[in-house]
């Protein structure tokens, strides 16, 4: 346990670790356990209650209706109409009667044989409909009913009462219903009363609603799977109470109040919804103080992390000075000073020793390295300089003892005079790509438009006798960008001409006799999404091979005769203190393609025009 505690890492974890986890672990899993609970407990009591009020307010509805429709089938006025069977004569009393019951949507006046006759108020519906409703066909036998019928705009409930004349026994003479809709007004309405979303449905499922209609189909679910269900209206989830609407406490199963039957195919229910987004979202808060207190407890921690950490603050702070002064000298030499002690920290001294041996590895592998590096590169140039050099030095020496020969011809000595001028030359470039990728490139920064840039380039190595047709694609309204011309066209230029030599260097047809009239090298320029401008320099030569291609950037490395390998060396170290890429891939659908990308601006440009 001592040894674990000598660590300052293991003591900052323990003491800042178990105060954080506890305080702010144990007070968040209660509070919000405790305060959820009790809030789906209080949802789903309120939605009982609410279902009650649904209830006992539908009653209350379907009472009244039922008391005025029994004392309007009592009239004598409607009893003497009914009695005549002539509908012009029934017909002004019902409109009447429908007027007078505030609220109805319908009144139905049928004689004793069914026959409707009459029909008022703004709800319309067919005769031949009004007949056959259950619960006119229930009244006509004597016994008032109740049926449920759906609307397009909710859910339509039909009372109905029968009409008797005479006394005993009295002789059924038709019946009187009343009609009342079901639709979002009323369900508002309850809403109104209980706080909560209503929604009236029949069999399975919702007619009208005050939730959204885009809504009724998860609902219509939540429904079918229980009467304590959840659902859920655009991004806030419901718990809902679904309920007979027609059920009394104090009736039986399919009664309905003042003793209407129901005894329907299709039960209607209600269903009453709580948003439980809404509901809990007062836990926001909570979560809220509960994350100060966690800051707080961190803060906390932090002070008695920092009281702990003051036993390791002198080796740490040495550590640190002589890491800065290595990481701005680069002198490896330098070493922490361990002193072992009780109060220092183990971790402390670790590092020391292990920053101590890795400055040493570091150093002995940057000699060893270095001077890997040196007798190879002195190995490539010298075998590269010596063969190049070797070969033009032999047809000086060839062309030297021509000229020594008496006999020698003027046309004899002129070839060889030219063949020693041509390898003098050759020496020349071999001499000056050499100290080119050697001395350090320095650059002198302008603004210069890529697209002129690109059509210069072209037209210099079509005038040095490219011997293939060179085309230009270039993307109109580029802007300027901000780069070294000199030194971007002698990238170009090197890039074009290899191109060139490639497509001279693949095998002809007879067909191909006019190549130098054809653009077998194109150089295309689009704009970069993020500023700057990328070429392509594309040939239709015969393709390079991906392991060749990842080497003709390596210095002396070269595929073709008399070459030295530094062209394209040369041009990646200028395109990559231009801030630029270059790469090479296989072209489409054939041949190859040269990629520069370059920016709009170089990264910490020097103010003197040189990098």
């Known amino acids: 346990m001592s040894r674990i505690l000598?660590?300052?890492?293991?003591?900052?974890?323990?003491?800042?670790?178990?105060l954080v986890i506890v305080a702010t672990g144990a007070t968040a899993l209660f509070v919000n356990a405790r305060v959820t609970a009790q809030a789906e407990w209080d949802l789903q009591r309120e939605l009982v209650e609410s279902g009650a009020v649904v209830g006992r307010q539908g009653e209350a509805l379907v009472e009244n209706f039922s008391v005025l429709a029994r004392l309007i089938a009592d009239l004598p006025k409607l009893k003497a109409a009914v009695a005549t069977g002539d509908p012009p004569t029934v017909q002004p009393l019902a409109a009447e009667y429908q007027q007078m019951l505030s609220g109805s949507s319908l009144v139905i006046v049928t004689d004793g044989d069914a026959r409707v006759l009459a029909l008022a108020g703004p709800l319309a519906i067919e005769r031949e409909t009004a007949s056959a409703l259950p619960s006119v066909r229930a009244a006509l036998g004597g016994a008032p009913s109740s049926s449920f019928r759906p609307h397009a705009d909710g859910l339509l409930q039909v009372l109905s009462v029968p009409i008797t004349v005479g006394g005993e026994p009295a002789i059924l003479a038709g019946s009187l219903s009343v009609g009342f809709l079901l639709d979002g007004a009323v369900a508002s309405d309850f809403k109104q009363l209980t706080g909560s979303d209503i929604g009236f449905g029949l069999g399975d499922r919702v007619r009208a609603s005050t939730l959204p209609r885009e809504s009724w189909p998860a609902v219509d679910r939540a429904h079918r799977s229980g009467q304590m269900a959840r659902a859920w209206s655009g991004d806030a989830e419901y718990v809902l109470l679904s309920r007979p609407f027609m059920q009394s406490s104090g009736a039986g199963a399919g009664a309905g109040p003042a003793g209407f039957a129901a005894g329907m195919a299709e039960a209607p229910f209600v269903v009453v919804l709580r948003s439980r987004t809404e509901r809990l979202r007062f836990l926001g808060p909570i979560q809220t103080a509960i994350g100060a207190t966690a800051v707080l407890t961190m803060l906390l921690a932090t002070v008695l992390s920092y009281g702990v950490a003051r036993t390791v603050t002198r080796p740490l702070g040495a550590i640190t000075s002589v890491m800065r002064e290595v990481a701005t000298t680069g002198d490896l030499t330098r070493k922490i000073p361990v002193h072992p002690g009780s109060w220092d920290d183990e971790d402390a001294r670790l590092l020391a020793s292990t920053f101590n041996t890795l400055t040493d590895s570091i150093a002995r592998f940057e000699k060893e390295a270095a001077q890997r590096e040196r007798l190879s590169s002195l190995g490539r140039l010298s075998s590269v300089v010596a063969h190049e050099i070797r070969n033009p030095l032999m047809i000086i020496k060839s062309a030297a003892r021509t000229l020594r020969q008496p006999d020698a011809g003027a046309d004899a000595r002129a070839e060889a005079v030219q063949d020693i001028d041509q390898e003098v030359v050759r020496l020349?470039?071999?001499?000056?790509?050499?100290?080119?990728?050697?001395?350090?490139i320095t650059f002198t920064w302008q603004d210069v438009d890529p697209n002129a840039m690109c059509r210069e380039a072209a037209q210099a190595v079509q005038a040095a006798g490219a011997g293939v047709g060179i085309g230009a694609v270039l993307a109109p309204g580029l802007s300027a960008i901000r780069t070294d011309p000199e030194r971007l066209r002698t990238v170009l230029v090197n890039v074009l001409q290899n191109a060139a030599q490639a497509v001279r260097a693949e095998p002809r047809t007879e067909g191909d006799a006019a190549v130098s009239n054809r653009a077998s090298v194109e150089i295309r320029t689009t704009p970069r999404a993020e500023g700057g401008v990328i070429v392509v320099v594309h040939d239709d030569g015969p393709g390079i091979d991906p392991a060749v291609a990842a080497r003709l950037f390596e210095p002396f490395f070269t595929t073709r005769r008399g070459g030295t390998g530094l062209g394209l060396a040369i041009a990646r170290n200028i395109v990559d203190g231009l801030g630029g890429t270059i790469t090479i891939s296989a072209g489409t659908p054939s041949?190859?393609?040269?990629?520069?990308?370059?920016?709009?601006?170089?990264k910490g440009e020097a103010g003197d025009g040189r990098a």
Not at 6 to 18: D, E, H, M, P, Q
Not at 428 to 440: F, G, K, M, T, W
């Open 428 to 440: 020349n470039r071999i001499v000056s790509e050499v100290l080119d990728y050697a001395r350090p």
């Open 6 to 18: 000598s660590s300052l890492t293991n003591r900052i974890f323990l003491a800042g670790a178990l």
């Open 591 to 602: 041949g190859t393609d040269v990629r520069l990308t370059l920016p709009a601006a170089p």
